[in-house]
């Protein structure tokens, strides 16, 4: 790393005053457009820089990996997902890649009880009729859903996030199960009054609602996929605020259409900004356009997180938010 300012390419732009801050560490290339880079503009706005902060909407494959130049040595990714970024391609060039974990984990926890919440008593399909005009007035039998409290939430994937899910849902009166590649601690798993599966499929045929908390990786590519989501009961609701691909969408569209399954809550899709069309025409369905970190507090938080990140770079330390592998 140089002794002047390290020359830092910002991909999307950033609440101003994490540029403003960025501006003042850092000689700091900032995308005021927004729009997001091809990997041509990628590639070539990285030439004599050292850092790159790249968004979810960047794909940081190995064939840009391999393209950027010597000069970047620190890959501090704004978000904490990097399944778009490939780790072992970086890792091979030496490139470092940081993560903002932590400061998002009670938004994106929010967003999931919002959405396990507007699923079943059908919030969107109803705010929907109000502005249609259509709506004709209270009656017994109006727009029933179903109760949450009571239910079985299965959790999959219990780290920061699961775990924020499930303190929230405690209050909910649903009861909490969850499947981890680990075990959580039992002090933990007591506090949560969490019930651990081994096996996934197990879990799912016996829950009233998932919510889908785990990372995107090659092992959750599909997790749910059409013979898993078949194992749900037909009154179950499936929530995902963590990455598209760990849901077969077209399999999911579907069942919902099918009422194999009762309902759905969506923040992430497979093919962000597309939407499966067939989701699209369900009034089962809940979707929301990717805002589980999206308030100002946790967008400025993840923006101190990348320049703490920077810093202890350049500083010679070893980031406190390194990623070695998902
Ligand atoms: C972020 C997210 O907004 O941090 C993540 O992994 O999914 C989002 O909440 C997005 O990734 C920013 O890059």
Known sequence: MPQRKPVVIVTRTLPRDVETRMMELFEARLNASDKPMTADEIVAAAEGANVLVPTVTDKIDAALIARLPDSIELIANFGVGVNHIDLEAANARKIVVTNTPGVLTDDTADMTACLLLAAPRRLTEGDRLVRSGKWEGWSPTFMIGHRISGKRLGIIGMGRIGQAVARRVKGFGMTVHYHNRRRLHEEIESELEATYWESLDQMLAHMDFISINCPHTKDTHHLLNE????????????????????????????????????????????????????LLELDNVVLAPHLGSATHEGRIAMGEKVIVNIRSFVDQHNPRDRVYEV
Not at 248 to 254: C, H, K, T
């Open 227 to 278: 013979e898993r989501l078949n194992l749900l009961k037909p009154h179950a609701f499936v929530v995902n605020t963590a990455r598209g691909e760990i849901i077969d969408e077209a399999a999911l569209a579907r069942m919902l259409a099918e009422n194999k399954i009762a309902g759905a809550g969506l923040d992430v899709y497979e093919r962000e900004p597309e939407i499966e069309p067939a």
